[in-house]
């Protein structure tokens, strides 16, 4: 009787970790190509917002087909390139100021996409954007 019990226990982990890894694969995929290209294709363009500083003014970015991306009326944060991994939107930035530089690549949940509304998570923080 013992011998059945942990046969059937043994059995029952191996399955219970076999879905358990297929699911995390299947979750960090991201997608498949068209998902990520009908993305990556709504993207593209000029994303706006105002600027906090001065609400008659916009600032954000444009992205571009190619995987480079420009900064809109941002001189000290240089948007340089985007793509999109595992479902995520990632940003490499520039930060230019007091006369150093640093590099910054951040990965964004898309929490609200549309043609012409663009929400980007970054832990607790969201912006949202506006399609120029």
């Given at each position: ?38 993305i ?33 009326n ?23 100021g ?21 929400e ?13």
């Open positions: 009787m013992t011998k059945i019990t942990l046969t059937i226990t043994i059995l029952a982990a191996f399955t219970f970790l076999a879905c358990n890894k297929t699911s995390k694969q299947t979750i960090n995929a991201g997608g498949s190509n068209s998902e990520t290209e009908n990556t294709n709504l993207l593209i363009g000029s994303w706006v917002q105002l600027n906090p500083i001065d609400e008659k003014e916009v600032q954000g970015f444009t992205l571009k087909n190619d995987g480079t991306a420009e900064s809109i941002m001189a000290t944060l240089v948007y340089k390139k985007w793509w999109i991994e595992k479902g995520k939107f990632v940003l490499v930035a520039e930060s230019i007091s006369g150093s530089s640093s590099i910054d690549t951040t990965k964004y949940e898309i929490v609200n996409r549309t043609n012409s509304v663009l980007l998570k970054d832990g607790d923080y969201t912006d949202r954007y506006t399609k120029k």
